[in-house]
């Protein structure tokens, strides 16, 4: 296994990337397959690592912990499909341009970085790069420093697994990653809060590099009745509390329908219960916040509203207990940011136009839920409101979706990856006209004559 280190300080590697990049070895299909099944191998290889990473972390048991691995499905569907997803689409060129092909050309964009938050740390870096890898790039990875068993998990497999000169990591805080940003790279990938999200478009702009914004923002969780009230308290409960709360598309806030809210309250309580025990800091199934800061934030928002339910919490282990919040206002601690913690603040209203008015008056979501069987009420939330992703009846499990292409809007971020996405967001699509050389039709040069004013005339107006 290749073991080199990285010495070379930052501008010197971006440097040796740019030059191994020149080589085209990354341009083959055959290479790029050979690199994606190397790294499949490399996770599988490092199973237990990710798991203990992700334990010592984030206290992640270990089933939440494969949701790192499963980025495996990513590296399976590429290594399926690149073949197709590498073809110059062919295009029709019009008659006047005869004789003559067009095609578009997907292209490595060249030296990327992929920078990645906490929450999901191995996941949130390894699949960029796997996008990054099928299109045929080099790349730079930058993973959270709050996650740093994780973050040197992650170095130990690309050293091992790739030459620095085509895969490498740069581990670090915010000095790190800013000393990248300084640099010219030909995208950027980058996961993480929304203030920083500004800074890396920003510092990208110096360069007029492109971005990808994967940011969070607050998700709302709209419960309208006509559902299987047990499921959905179920599935509510499920997709708010894995991570611990710590997921960028949890459901961040419950907008209930007035008259089925105490029903639903009491069921979600109901499987909170039934997942963690009367005692979820017992609970082997239940993880921690990833450090005091976060942790201090939260216990801020548990200020105001009534606790239905938990609120208890340990700053020595950052245990914060599954907690729900009623007679909670738009005017409150937990609602004037995305949580991002295990406190799930519920609101009401009496009509859907209202609940929809009320989320349409905020920055546009990376996720909305919307728990009701009703086709048309549900096409008038696919109309009327604008978000990242809609699960309809369920949470968090459009992600595992990898044909979906998934990422925010608006402020919840820009471009999109999973699946084809990844590819299409490191690649740039070429377009490529060739003609030949043995017609020449006359009429488009100057002097220009009556016949070629015609002719002009019939293309330009049909
Ligand atoms: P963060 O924005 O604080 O940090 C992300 C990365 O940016 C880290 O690697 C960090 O070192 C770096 N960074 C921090 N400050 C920086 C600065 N000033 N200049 C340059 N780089 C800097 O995010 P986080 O706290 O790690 O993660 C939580 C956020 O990420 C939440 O808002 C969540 O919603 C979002 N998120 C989004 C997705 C998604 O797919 N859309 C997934 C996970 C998390």
Redesign the pocket.
């Known amino acids: 296994m290749n073991q080199k280190l990285i010495t070379s300080p930052i501008p010197q590697l971006v440097k040796q990337q740019r030059e191994f990049f020149r080589t085209e070895q990354t341009q083959s299909l055959s290479f790029r397959l050979e690199q994606l099944t190397k790294l499949k191998q490399a996770i599988v290889d490092r199973q237990e690592a990710i798991v203990r990473a992700a334990k010592a972390d984030l206290g992640r048991p270990a089933f939440e912990a494969y949701f790192e691995i499963a980025t495996l499905g990513e590296i399976n569907l590429a290594l399926k499909q690149l073949k197709n997803w590498v073809k110059p689409q062919r295009v029709k060129s019009p008659i006047d341009q005869f004789p003559a092909a067009a095609w578009i050309q997907p292209d490595p964009l060249g030296v990327v970085l992929i920078?990645?938050?906490?929450?999901?740390p191995f996941q949130?870096i390894i699949s960029p790069l796997v996008g990054a890898i099928a299109a045929g790039n080099c790349a730079i990875l930058?993973?959270?420093?709050?996650a740093p068993e994780t973050s040197r998990v992650v170095a130990e497999l690309i050293a091992a697994t790739f030459d620095p000169d085509y895969v490498a990591v740069a581990e670090?805080?915010?000095n790190?990653?800013?000393q990248l940003?300084a640099e010219k790279f030909d995208h950027i990938f980058?996961?993480?809060?929304?203030?920083?999200?500004r800074?890396?478009m920003a510092?990208a702009a110096q360069h007029l590099t492109p971005v990808t914004?994967?940011?969070?923002?607050k998700s709302p969780c709209i419960v309208d009745g006509n559902i299987h009230l047990d499921r959905a308290a179920k599935r509510i409960a499920w997709g708010k509390f894995i991570n611990t709360g710590?997921?960028?598309?949890a459901p961040d806030y419950l907008l209930v329908q007035r008259q089925i809210k105490p029903d639903l309250v009491d069921r979600i309580k109901y499987h909170i219960k039934e997942f963690y025990g009367a005692d979820p800091a017992k609970s082997p199934d239940y993880g921690r916040i990833?450090h005091r800061q976060?942790f201090d934030r939260l216990i801020a928002c548990l200020d105001r509203g009534e606790i239905v339910l938990g609120g208890e919490y340990n700053p020595a282990d950052r245990y914060l207990a599954p907690t729900l919040i009623d007679g909670v206002t738009w005017d409150d601690p937990v609602m004037q940011e995305?949580i991002?913690g295990p406190i799930l603040p519920i609101l009401t209203y009496d009509t859907l136009e209202d609940a929809i008015s009320q989320v349409n008056a905020r920055p546009k979501p990376?996720a909305l839920y919307f728990f009701s069987q009703d086709r048309d009420r549900q096409e008038q939330i696919l109309r009327t409101t604008s978000s990242?992703g809609v699960c309809i009846n369920d949470t968090v499990m459009q992600v595992g979706v990898n044909a979906l292409p998934?990422?925010?809007v608006g402020e919840?971020?820009m471009g999109s990856y999973h699946g084809k996405a990844s590819f299409n967001t490191f690649s740039h699509f070429k377009s490529v006209l060739r003609r030949e050389f043995w017609l020449d039709l006359g009429w488009r040069y100057a002097p220009y004559t009556a016949q070629g004013l015609a002719q002009i005339k019939k293309i330009v107006t049909g």
């Open positions: 920078i990645g938050p906490w929450n999901y949130l930058k993973p959270s420093e709050h670090g805080d915010v790190v990653s800013q940003l980058f996961t993480g809060g929304t203030a920083v999200g800074i890396v510092a914004l994967e940011l969070g923002g710590q997921t960028c598309i990833i976060h995305e991002f990376l990242g998934f990422g925010g919840s971020g």
